[in-house]
């Protein structure tokens, strides 16, 4: 679900995870959210081969994490919006190709209201823009 986070606008994307983005690399991100969701991490000061992150991210992007934020605890944000909006456009795709809103409910664990709420919002956003022009 995650492969797109640093596709959505910045605004959804929150500052720690970008920053740690720019300084170690999307993938590196992406993986200490998967993991450590809305949890402190304790980055050590030298990379140690045998330690859980240099198992999880690779011994490259453990050094480079390491360099970075070297003897500090860092908090790993949970990203709950941006998370939330690629769901969402993950629903809206599969509306598009043909799914019926009671098959993504279920394949989302939401309720049928919710995604037709979240099918119904796009269709308002795309109507008032038509008659903005």
Same mark, same amino acid.
């Given at each position: 679900m995650t492969t797109h986070l640093f596709e959505l606008p910045s605004a959804l994307i929150p500052d720690r995870l970008q920053q740690i983005s720019s300084y170690c690399g999307q993938q590196t991100a992406l993986? !200490? !959210? !998967?993991?450590?969701p809305g949890v402190h991490v304790r980055i050590p000061k030298q990379p140690n081969p045998a330690h859980k992150l240099a198992e999880l991210l690779g011994m490259l992007a453990f050094s /480079? @994490?390491? %360099?970075?934020?070297?003897?500090?605890i860092i908090t790993i944000p949970r990203a709950a919006k941006a998370i939330r909006a690629l769901r969402? =456009?993950?629903?809206?795709?599969?509306? %598009?190709?043909?799914?019926? =809103?009671?098959? @993504?409910?279920?394949?989302?664990? !939401?309720?049928?209201?919710?995604?037709? /709420?979240?099918c119904n919002n796009v269709a308002i956003d795309r109507q008032l823009d038509l008659f903005s022009s």
């Open positions: 993986v !200490l !959210l !998967l993991n450590f /480079k @994490l390491c %360099a970075s934020y070297g003897d500090e969402n =456009q993950q629903i809206l795709a599969g509306f %598009a190709t043909g799914k019926t =809103q009671a098959a @993504l409910a279920m394949e989302y664990s !939401l309720t049928q209201r919710q995604v037709n /709420k979240i």
